[in-house]
Every structure is written in structure tokens, then in C-alpha cells.
């Protein structure tokens, strides 16, 4: 590497696990290393299911002390989720975890005061009933909110306990449906209908913008030596991931795939269109005026806590099975909320094809493969409808995150979207993150620029499509019950 080498520092939070990256970066070269990684265990209290955020912020610092001299950290984690703080600026509690019971309802509450098309019209966003709004509307009764002064969503308040310093980013805020993404700004006659004091949440800032720096008491914790500054990134991990697609054009669909696949188009308008909230689909903020118009479909969650409930079997082997058996036998709505709670997994899916009357998986492999054909069946209508309803052509499908290292997952999703799908990078949430730093320090150029040494730097898998997509229709179809 050059002289002009800097090391930035991801804090990178899923649904699972936190780490903690290092980007080694100058203008011909990007290595990405890890430094620490954690565990993210949510725990159910009796007041429901809860995040320790404690835990959490306490792995963050012992990653930042195994990264050793960085130049700048930048942190991103999941979306809608928050922490709440009394006018002093403690935490009021352990942030709700948007898997929990307290939104059941809720949706049709907010509906009779501003009907869905409505706040679709001015927000954008799909329905799913963890947004941040909801959450808010079934939280509104209690005293926990009465005392809240302030609001800050997962990363700003990481971002806010390392500096002191309190922000509200703007890629992750557009998750929340309380952003318009026309103006890329607070959807002020959504909160006013809804009672929602914007008030608590604190000025909006965006990927680049400076955060602050590493208080004295953090520099002390980490054994780093200061001033050290916080960079504000793209904080919702998909706008990260994003950022990080390989993409040489604009003819792409891009899949982040991994607790959650987020399959969809990068466009520069949204698309507010009643046909597209009839899809489900979402338009939420990326980088440089960008709008990530995508579906969420539940993803590799359903493997997730099928392994879980199978007692964590070798998961090469089980994919390995899975493979062998018969391709589309039996598949479900990957988009169901029904899949949404944790718990019994396997007989959920199972119940799920007895119910549309397919024949029932029974064994892991059977489950197995009836999910991963189920989520390139998703991935394969996601892309279709995004074409379709934003009238934008696609060439190639580029997948990021985790689920690149399930190759039958990757290599099923060609098949089904007729389409070259292009895997990598692997990190794509912490690469786009140590980028947007790189971007801020004057490394690297605009985004063009940053996805150009992704190419240059970053292994890829290219999987072609093979037969044709009929036996898809017929599976969708079926599934449809026509």
C-alpha cells in the first residue's frame, strides 16, 4: 500500500452479531480485516422482547481497542429500532426490539386517522409493523415516552454515547416513515396527524457529515490516543450495503441477502405510485440523493431459526442435502409476517405448505431446500416488480452481505430470475461504511468512484442462469393457488 494508507474503523450491528472492521484504504487498494466480534442476544423480560444495547456498547469498545490507531469510525447497524433518553441524556431502558408484540394492531390505529394510501403517498415506505411510527403510536400511552426528551435510533445512540454528541442520520431515519423522501426531510403533516413530536429526535445529518470525536472517558476505554473522529455513514446497514454493490452502470437489481434479503433497485426518484404500495414496495435513502426502492422479504432469518431449532447442525452438510433434493417441490411466501416471531420455525414452514396444499417437508434437507427455493422465488419476483413499476430495465442481479457464502442460495436465484447474479462482497455493510470514512478523509471519489475500487479490490462470484424461469412461474403460480 501507498504512503497515504489511512484505517477506519466499522462498527457493523446485525439482528445476530456486532463486530467491529478495519478498512485499510488508500486510492488503489482496500483491505478489510476483522478486529472484534460479539454476540447480539436479544433477551424477553416480562415486559417483552428488549436489545441489550449494554452489551452491545460494550463490545464496540473492546472492538475499538483490538483495532488499535484508526483514523475515523463510522457505525451502522438494523433500521426502525431506538433508544430513548430523560432530559439529562440517560437511556430510559433497553431499546424495544421491532420483533416484539407491542405493533400487533397497531397499523389499523394509525390507518383510521391517515389511511394507508395516504401515508404512503408521503412517506414512501411499505408496511411493516416494526416502522419506527408504529412503534411510536403503541408506545404513546406509556411513561417511558412521557419522560423521553430525546430519541435516537440504534447507531446515533452508539454514536452519541462515543462522543456526546446527538444526530439523526438520514439513511437510517427514512426507515422510520416519518421522512419524506422527495424532500429528504421530516414528513411534518405525518407527525402533526399523528400526534408524533418530532421535537424528540435530533438534527438530521448525513453519510460524511462529522459526528464528533471519542471522549476523553472512550479514548481511556479503548487505549486509543485522541483527537479520534466519529464519521457519520450510511447508519442503516442496508444503505451501507448498498453503497458497496460492485455495480459498473445502472442496469442492476441489487439483493442484500442475510437475516433479511432487501431486493430492489438504486434509483434518483421514488416511486410514490399506488401501484407500488399495492406491492409492498419501499423507498428508503441512500447515499448521494439516491433512493434504495426495494421489498423486504424475510430472508435467510427462516434458515436461521430452523438450524436454531434443529440444535445448530453442520450447516455445509445440511446445505449439501439440500441440494439433493428435488428443486420447487414445495415453497412458501417468503414475504409472510406470519415467519416474522421467533419459535418453531420448521413447523411453521410445514404447516404453511399443508395449508396451500403442497406436499409437506419433513426432514431439515426437505425444509431446507423448500427455503432457499422459496427466497430465490421471492428474490425473482422482487426484481421483476421493481422493474416493472419503476420502468427501469435490469441486465444483472448483484447479491451482497452474508448470504454470498450460501452458493446454492446465490446459483437458485440466477435460475430464477433468468439473470446473471454477480455474489460479493461478502462485507458489503462494513465496506460501504469504511468507504463513505475513506470518502470523507478525500481518499476516494463520489460513488461511481467508490464502487470502482470495490471491483478492482474485491473477489466476486458470477453464477449464470440455468433452464429457463417456466418452472418458476409455475411454482409462483401455485403458491398464489392458481
Known amino acids: 500500500m501507498s504512503a497515504r494508507v489511512r484505517s477506519y474503523a466499522a462498527v457493523d450491528l446485525g439482528a445476530s452479531s456486532g463486530r467491529v472492521m478495519v478498512g485499510r484504504v488508500d486510492p488503489d487498494s482496500l483491505e478489510l480485516s476483522e478486529a472484534h466480534r460479539f454476540p447480539n442476544r436479544p433477551v424477553r423480560t416480562p415486559e417483552g422482547l428488549r436489545w441489550d444495547v449494554l452489551a452491545l456498547y460494550d463490545g464496540v469498545l473492546e472492538g475499538l481497542r483490538a483495532a488499535g490507531r484508526v483514523d475515523s469510525v463510522g457505525i451502522d447497524s438494523w433500521a426502525v429500532d431506538y433508544g430513548l433518553l430523560d432530559a439529562d441524556g440517560a437511556l430510559l431502558g433497553n431499546p424495544v426490539h421491532y420483533r416484539d408484540a407491542r405493533t400487533e394492531g397497531v397499523a389499523e390505529k394509525v390507518w383510521a386517522s391517515l ?153 434518483t426518484e421514488p416511486v410514490l405510485t399506488e401501484e407500488s404500495r399495492a406491492a409492498n414496495f419501499t423507498n428508503e435513502l441512500g447515499l448521494d440523493g439516491t433512493v434504495r426502492y426495494l421489498r423486504n422479504i424475510m430472508g435467510l432469518w427462516l434458515l436461521q431459526e430452523s438450524v436454531r431449532a434443529w440444535g445448530d447442525p453442520d450447516l455445509g452438510g445440511l446445505l449439501l442435502d439440500a441440494a439433493k433434493v428435488p428443486a420447487l417441490r414445495s415453497v412458501v411466501d417468503a414475504g409472510d409476517a406470519a415467519f416474522l416471531a421467533p419459535g418453531r420455525m420448521p413447523e411453521r414452514i410445514a404447516e404453511a405448505c399443508r395449508a396451500s396444499g403442497q406436499p409437506v417437508p419433513e426432514s431439515p434437507a ?117
Request: charged share 15%; aromatic share 6%; proline share 6%.
Open 115 to 267: 389511511p394507508a394510501a395516504e401515508l404512503y403517498a408521503a412517506t414512501g415506505l411499505q408496511y411493516a409493523p416494526f416502522n419506527t411510527l408504529y412503534q411510536l403510536t403503541a408506545a404513546a400511552s406509556t411513561a417511558q415516552l412521557a419522560h423521553a426528551r430525546r430519541l435516537l435510533l440504534i447507531p446515533d445512540l452508539l454514536a452519541y454515547w462515543l462522543t456526546g454528541v446527538q444526530g439523526t442520520e438520514l439513511t437510517n431515519a427514512s426507515t422510520t416513515q416519518l421522512i419524506d423522501p422527495r424532500t429528504r426531510d421530516w414528513a411534518y403533516g405525518v407527525a402533526d396527524r399523528l400526534g408524533i413530536d418530532l421535537g424528540l429526535f435530533a438534527p438530521l445529518r448525513g453519510p460524511g457529515d462529522a459526528a464528533g470525536f471519542l471522549t476523553p472517558d472512550v479514548l481511556d476505554a479503548t487505549g486509543l490516543t485522541g483527537p479520534v473522529p466519529v464519521t457519520t455513514v450510511g447508519s442503516h446497514d442496508t444503505a451501507s450495503a448498498v453503497a458497496a454493490v460492485p455495480a459498473t452502470d445502472d442496469r442492476f437489481a441489487y439483493i442484500s441477502t442475510g437475516t433479511w434479503s432487501l431486493a430492489g433497485l438504486e434509483l
Open 366 to 482: 426437505q425444509i431446507t431446500r423448500c427455503i432457499l427455493d422459496s427466497l430465490a422465488l421471492a428474490h425473482r419476483e422482487a426484481v421483476a416488480d421493481a422493474e416493472r413499476l419503476a420502468d427501469r430495465p435490469v441486465d444483472v442481479v448483484h447479491m451482497v452481505g452474508g448470504g454470498t457464502r450460501n452458493a446454492l442460495l446465490c446459483q437458485l436465484t440466477a435460475d430464477a430470475c433468468g439473470l446473471p447474479v454477480v455474489a460479493g462482497p461478502t462485507e458489503a455493510s462494513a465496506l460501504g461504511n469504511v468507504l463513505v470514512q475513506a470518502r470523507a478523509d478525500g481518499l476516494v471519489g463520489d460513488l461511481a468512484g467508490m464502487r470502482a475500487l470495490l471491483v478492482r479490490t474485491q473477489p466476486l462470484t458470477r453464477y449464470e442462469p440455468r433452464g429457463d424461469t417456466v418452472r418458476w412461474r409455475a411454482a409462483r403460480a401455485r403458491l398464489a393457488g392458481g
